[in-house]
């Protein structure tokens, strides 16, 4: 089934390859990034942690900010999974992310398929084995809602987006932003996405998107490693 094979290809923009087809029809969908806690969905993060809502957002606003402020660049290793209703396991990739200061992102999947997504000068790469298809961000409101969103949440924007509607939770580990896109489209894609933030450093640890139906992806961050030197032609697709 042609669904699930774009599935198990898993690219965090991608996790929305299932929508590839309405893209190329409506042009307006697909996905990336980078949530949990008032879904249902059933993992770590649950209810169950204790999260209580955050009125005031000065404090959480200062300290994403001063860790954007203070990060040129940005590495992690991270594990995606993508749990589908339809299937009894989740499905697993791994693979490698890195950010550069101030708009240079890269997606790097090497397990079970290698898969490539970068965001480079205004413009959205796709490496799917050997081929490379590119974007413009701004000629679809879907991909340039995500470039915003994952932008936002490595720059410390989150509290004062004016994309989504924005909730902030917490309990004794972890920010956690609830987040809603007020573009109809998007929202039919992906109606909530939600980031945790650790409080230790104020990075991102995970991400989850909440899908229309029970279907939900989640990303988990870690070997994190802040301002070592990355080339620029690390974001070049080739």
Known sequence: METVGIYYRQSPVCIYQSHYT???KLSVNIVIFLALLLSNSTNVFSQKNDF???SDLKEISEKISDFSNSTNTLTSDFVQEKHLSVLDQAIISKGKFAYKKENKILWQYFAPI????AINNGKFYIK?????SKYD???NPVFKQINKLILSSVKGDIVNSK???VEFFKNNNYYLAVLKPKDENVKKVIPKIKIFFNKTDFSVDVVEMI???DDFTKITFSNKKKNQNLP??????K
């Open 128 to 132: 799917d084995e050997k081929k490379i």
């Open 163 to 165: 994309e989504f509607d």
């Open 22 to 24: 309405m893209i190329k």
């Open 211 to 213: 899908e229309n139906s």
């Open 114 to 117: 290698n898969y490539t997504i």
């Open 232 to 237: 620029d032609n690390v974001f070049n697709i």
């Open 52 to 54: 209580v809502k955050v």
């Open 137 to 139: 961000i701004n000629s």
